[in-house]
T-cell receptor, first 116, second 112 residues
């Protein structure tokens, strides 16, 4: 299946700093990428939908100024958590959609963010 | 969004078949049924998908009822490494929009 990578796999930062997470589709082009967040013992929650070359669409309750998403190319999307606070500590997972052939969506391995 | 209903948890003995049910009575004609699983602290892993017909791959089999209102994921010979949360999800056919919404899934525990 299609491979999606994320970097870094885990990050620890101080409160007030910004953190950037990269998501790449390695062997396919993804016009649409998605960012999810997952708290312990909970399911994945969609944060935003990112289309290449256009502004991301955020889910209700997700602050677009805090979670900056850039989808500059068909293989790369980035999520920047600005002015991170301890409550932003979570597991962030990106996903890329494949439309060629049978449609599918593939997920990255996730990034564990801990804000101290 | 369309919703699926899954039992919160299931147990299975190692080596036996694990049958995970999913109800999706509101599925539309062009929506696929996709199954993913998530092992602790990893991203969801694609397992299998189907539209109308039963499907089989190296990981699992998918049985979809004729009315498409429910399906069953079958892991024919469960191993301890199959312990994970299993999600049954609708996937909009042939479009770039449409969000995958995750429910709570089924926690499958495979025991020796």
């Amino acid at each position: 299946g299609a491979v999606v990578s994320q970097h870094p796999s885990r990050v620890i930062c101080k409160s007030g700093t910004s953190v950037k997470i990269e998501c790449r589709s390695l062997d396919f082009q993804a016009t649409t990428m998605f960012w999810y967040r997952q708290f312990p013992k909970q399911s994945l929650m969609l944060m935003a939908t990112s289309n290449e070359g256009s502004k991301a669409t955020y889910e209700q309750g997700v602050e677009k100024d805090k979670f900056l998403i850039n989808h500059a190319s068909l293989t790369l999307s980035t999520l920047t958590v600005t002015s991170a606070h301890p409550e932003d500590s979570s597991f962030y997972i990106c996903s890329a959609r494949v439309l060629a052939g049978v449609p599918g969506q593939y997920f990255g391995p996730g990034t564990r963010l801990l804000v101290l | 969004d369309a919703k699926t209903t899954q039992p919160p948890s299931m147990d299975c003995a190692e080596g036996r078949a694990a049958n995970l049910p999913c109800n999706h009575s509101t599925i539309s004609g062009n929506e696929y049924v996709y199954w993913y699983r998530q092992i602790h602290s990893q991203g969801p892993q694609y397992i299998i998908h189907g539209l109308k017909n039963n499907e089989t791959n190296e990981m699992a089999s998918l049985i979809i009822t004729e009315d498409r209102k429910s399906s069953t994921l079958i892991l024919p010979h469960a191993t301890l490494r199959d312990t994970a949360v299993y999600y049954c999800i609708f996937f909009p056919g042939g479009t770039s929009y449409g969000k995958l919404t995750f429910g709570q899934g089924t926690i499958l525990t495979v025991h020796p």
